[in-house]
């Protein structure tokens, strides 16, 4: 396990850790998908968690939002050890995982997709008026720009969409963000309001985040650290200042050409 | 998402296409007070449905008169303006009751039942009957949501075993509305006694009003938007599917029992030939050419009230300029077909306006 000194004296100035992921494996009967993931996050920090197709992001990801259990491992969050059982449970312990696609409802408004099933009520009727104007102080806040709190999230833009389903996560005071390829499928124009989005939580709010990605450019730029992960577990940990895309990408290209050759010489 | 004024005061940014281009305050206005009527779903039915009621009303001196507007109104719209509201709950949240017709036909009968042969009170009787609705809702519920049949599938079983029952409790004839009952039946709707004659279609705009509100203005209707719409996202946010898909079913079970018991009273009889398929897809082609989606997540209950007049001026205002009833199917099928088309091109103009 390659640790960076440096970077951790760096972070640990920040504050304490917030979540600490220690001999984290995952088999799905004779595949293992993670073999030992050790990995931890500081209060406030953003950590980028990068690697290839395949690498085992998206099992951490599933891991860490409590939609499955590991193997064998252990989670703490603020030093107690927990179990997840639920992504329920994982976010009412302040655990939230914001997809690209699955989380807001195309055929309502912006702020009623952020109060879904929080929505404010004067009994029996919704207090439309007060979600409304809270809706717009929370994105004001974040820097969101949309047309209209009114207007039907399917009337946004993939980058706008995005970042109101990580503002209704931060909203129901999530500790710890997981955002899965937020820049997937996103022009430059539209990656940069989600960029800005995660530079402005990391000044005004506690919020801590792990952006999952595998491309690695853009989300260098707002990250803190960042951790590759290669063949279920974490090759690398360095502070964003003290590593480069270049680096990462020699990292992978030299483990393409270790796959290819277990390849030629089996054939 | 109706007054446009309002929606300028919340702005962020400039709205799109930015607002100094409109020419004064007025024309501005009406222009933009336009364009909102149009953005409706409703608009086009709302658009057929007068148009088609001023051409009758100038081709036949018949048409409204107050005799054939309580016939249109009690008579042919109530009953499918209520089951609608039914249909449309379901639709939007991504469901389907084809039921609800056999509802209708068994509620009266088992309301008869025990009356009859168990000496029930006519209001027990009643009541018991509306949450013999609810039940076949609760069933239906059961079947799609806990064994997770296809509602159609699971609705169109449900369907023939209540036929099957009506027809063998009943022996397949009609009965006479029990004595009793008739005194509390002309809340419902009565055709003869012509004071009550608008009783029926006073309950239809009563509960239109009331679920229009449940749709736009409650957690349960923003639930079932959010149900039909995007079904995982609305469970990711801790939305009980279940209990919004059972809910719905209960509401059209209920809707289905009342409407049946109205249409009882309204003929004074209790008829096993009445209700079934023919009203349930009267009220799904009400609130489709109302604008609610077959696919669900979008929808109103204006709409389905609209629609299901415009299904009324359509068979009673043919009925009435003379057009003989076997025709009249061919006009009426290629009428549904033409308010659809409209229904859909303009939808598809609305989605290119927006910026």
Known sequence: MTTAPEGQAASASAGGEVLRVEHISKRYGAVTALTDINMHLIHGEVLGLIGDNGAGKSTLLKILCGFQPPTTGHIFLEGEEITLKSVDQARSLGIDAVYQDLALVNQLSVYHNMFLNREKVRWPLLNNRSMRAEAAKRLDDMGIQIPSVRAEVAQLSGGQRQAIAVARSVYSNAKILLLDEPLAAMGVKEGAIILDLVRQLKQNTNVSIIIIAHNYGQVLEVCDRVNLIQGGKITLDKASSETSAQELTDLVVAEYRRALEERQRSA | ?355
């Open chain 2, 1 to 355: 998402m109706s007054d446009t004024a309002e929606r300028a005061a919340d702005v962020f940014g400039p709205p799109p296409g930015g607002r100094a281009a409109g020419g004064n305050g007025l024309l501005r206005t009406l222009r933009h007070g336009t364009g909102a009527f149009l953005r409706q779903r409703e608009a086009t039915v709302f658009v057929v449905a007068l148009a088609l009621f001023l051409y009758f009303t100038i081709d036949n001196s018949n048409f409204l008169t107050h005799a054939n507007m309580s016939t249109l109104l009690s008579g042919d719209a109530s009953p499918w303006i209520i089951l609608a509201i039914g249909e449309v709950l379901l639709l939007i949240c991504g469901e389907i009751d084809l039921s609800v017709g056999f509802t209708f036909t068994m509620a009266p009968f088992l309301m008869y039942f025990l009356i009859t042969y168990d000496g029930f009170p006519a209001i027990l009787a009643i009541i018991v009957s509306l949450i013999f609705g609810l039940f076949v809702g609760f069933v239906n519920g059961f079947l799609t949501v806990t064994l997770r049949l296809p509602s159609f599938i699971a609705t169109l079983g449900t369907s023939f075993v209540l036929y099957g029952v009506v027809l063998t409790t009943s022996h397949g004839e009609p009965v006479d509305v029990p004595a009793s009952a008739e005194h509390i039946g002309k809340f419902f709707g009565n055709e003869t006694a012509s004071a009550w004659g608008w009783s029926a279609i006073i309950w239809a705009v009563v509960l239109v009003a009331i679920f229009h509100m449940v749709l736009t203005d409650t957690r349960w209707g923003l639930h079932t938007v959010a149900v039909g719409g995007n079904q995982l996202g609305a469970r990711e946010s801790g939305i009980s599917v279940a209990r919004i898909k059972y809910g719905n079913f209960m509401i059209t079970g209920l809707l289905g029992a009342l409407v049946g018991l109205q249409v009882a009273f309204y003929d004074n009889t209790i008829d096993p030939s009445a209700g079934g398929y023919t009203y349930m897809f009267y009220a799904i082609a009400a609130a489709v050419l109302g604008g609610t989606a077959m696919l669900g997540g979008a929808g109103t209950i204006i709409g389905g009230f609209l629609g299901a007049l415009l299904l009324a001026i359509f068979t009673d205002g043919f009925a009435i300029i003379g057009i003989s009833a076997n025709p009249l199917f061919i006009i009426f099928g290629l009428g549904i077909l033409a308010a659809m088309i409209a229904n859909v091109q303009l939808g598809r103009l609305r989605e290119a306006g927006r910026t």
